[in-house]
């Protein structure tokens, strides 16, 4: 019985099949590696490029939060009194010299002297040399003001080349707030620029924005942001001093055009002042214009100085009367502070749309015209005629304020913001007598970005 236990327990292991694993390493599959290798460089490359460029558009929103730029100043120029207005004589001379000569207490016979001496002494070419010599001095100063002002523009032309077409003129530093520098310039050469390059007296150049124009006058100002200067240019530059056109005669005394009288930037031309009477015919302004003899370019710009340096015009020629054609001539810049200022600031002028004049003393007198702003014409479309305000209207009054001149209806109508809503009282000629009659208007503006 063990015998056949034994043999049976012998037939089953030998039945039995054992089973045994050996573990083999997986095959590398070198395809499958390299693509997920370039994926991975791919991805990181990727996030990297996300990356750097979110922080170039967030680095400057953190930098404003963390480091605010100060506020630019308010550009404000003095207000002109009468006080203020030059004489003849300090337009080219020095106030401590006028005072040097009034200061003098001569004797009679030592005044006939010096005048026996001038009357004899020969003016020589040297002397000439001199005086010219010191009339550059002046003009080398007042043009550290000066910039050229460039607009580029993409075009294309009939074959649709694309190119770059540029057009120059000049532009006067007229302030600095501290961040900027503020350029004025007529927009026609930069309204429609897709970038504006500004360069300056050291031929160093940065570039320049819009700040705000003037659709009336055709003068914007440009910005120029003070970090994108070199210090050495900061300090070579200079702010243009804004003398007065505010005189009570000029005409016949000697100033300097300077910028681009001639068409080519950086020319200078002298001469004397032949005309300063006329007032432009702009709408809602009393701009004066002053025409000199000197033989300028229909497409001159700049400005015109006195002989201390000081701006008394810009230089604009499309409003030069037509027998003039070749003659420099300039808006005066006294009229045009109050623009310069809101233009810098951003601010938009009220617009009404109306020329007018003053109504003369003796007039009011000898025709029985009552005081006031005499309306000459009011533009199509404009906010005037839209309200009813018509040509031959007297202006006596914007809501209590009274009106005796056209020069203070431009004055008042100044401190409105567009679409004010303002009461116009006019005086309107009736078949016997003229009447009152009270006119809402809803003014617009007379600004572009």
């Not at 910028?259 to 809602?284: A, F, H, M, R």
Request: some cysteine.
């Amino acid at each position: 019985m063990p015998q056949n236990q034994d043999e049976n327990n012998r037939e089953k292991l030998a039945n039995t099949a054992f089973i045994s694993e050996k573990i083999k390493q997986r095959p590398i599959n070198r395809k499958k590696l390299l693509m997920r290798t370039v994926i991975t460089i791919s991805l990181a490359v990727i996030f990297g490029i996300v990356a750097c460029f979110t922080f170039l558009f967030l680095q400057p929103v953190f930098s404003d939060k963390l480091y605010p730029e100060k506020e630019p100043e308010t550009v404000s120029f003095p207000e002109e009194s009468a006080s203020d207005e030059l004489t003849p004589e300090e337009m080219f001379a020095d106030d401590s010299e006028i005072a040097a000569v009034e200061a003098m207490s001569l004797e009679e016979s030592q005044k006939d002297q010096i005048d026996q001496a001038i009357a004899a002494y020969a003016f020589s070419s040297a002397d000439y040399s001199k005086m010219m010599a010191s009339l550059k001095s002046v003009a080398d100063e007042a043009s550290r003001s000066i910039v050229q002002v460039t607009s580029i523009t993409n075009d294309a032309n009939w074959f649709n080349s694309s190119f770059e077409s540029s057009g120059s003129t000049s532009g006067l530093i007229v302030a600095d707030s501290g961040n900027y520098y503020y350029i004025l310039v007529h927009a026609d050469v930069v309204s429609d620029a897709e970038s504006i390059n500004v360069t300056f007296c050291d031929n160093k150049s940065a570039e320049a924005e819009i700040k705000l124009s003037d659709s009336v006058t055709g003068l914007c100002v440009l910005t120029v942001r003070k970090s994108n200067m070199t210090a050495e240019t900061r300090s070579k530059i200079a702010t243009a001093v804004l003398g007065s056109s505010n005189t009570s005669s000029f005409t016949g005394l000697p100033v300097i055009a300077i910028g681009n009288p001639i068409g080519i930037q950086g020319s200078i031309s002298y001469g004397i002042v032949t005309s300063e009477k006329t007032t432009l015919d702009l709408v809602d302004t009393a701009y004066k214009l002053i025409t000199t003899d000197i033989n300028g370019s229909s497409y001159g710009s700049g400005a015109i100085i006195n002989l201390r340096g000081q701006v008394i015009g810009i230089i604009d020629m499309a409003h030069r009367p037509q027998d003039l054609s070749d003659n420099i001539c300039a808006i005066g810049i006294t009229e045009l502070k109050a623009l310069i200022e809101n233009l810098s600031n951003g601010k938009e002028r009220a617009y009404l749309g109306i020329h007018g004049s003053s109504v003369p003393t003796e007039v009011q007198q000898s025709q029985n015209i009552p005081a006031g702003a005499y309306v000459i014409k009011t533009e199509m479309g404009s906010p005037a005629m839209r309200a009813g305000i018509q040509s031959g209207d007297i202006i006596k009054a914007i809501g209590s304020d009274e009106i005796l001149t056209y020069e203070q209806l431009i004055n008042r109508l100044a401190q409105f913001s567009p679409d004010d809503i303002i009461t116009v009282t006019v005086r309107r000629q009736a078949p016997t007598d003229y009447i009152d009659m009270e006119i809402e208007v809803t003014l617009s503006g007379s600004s572009t970005e």
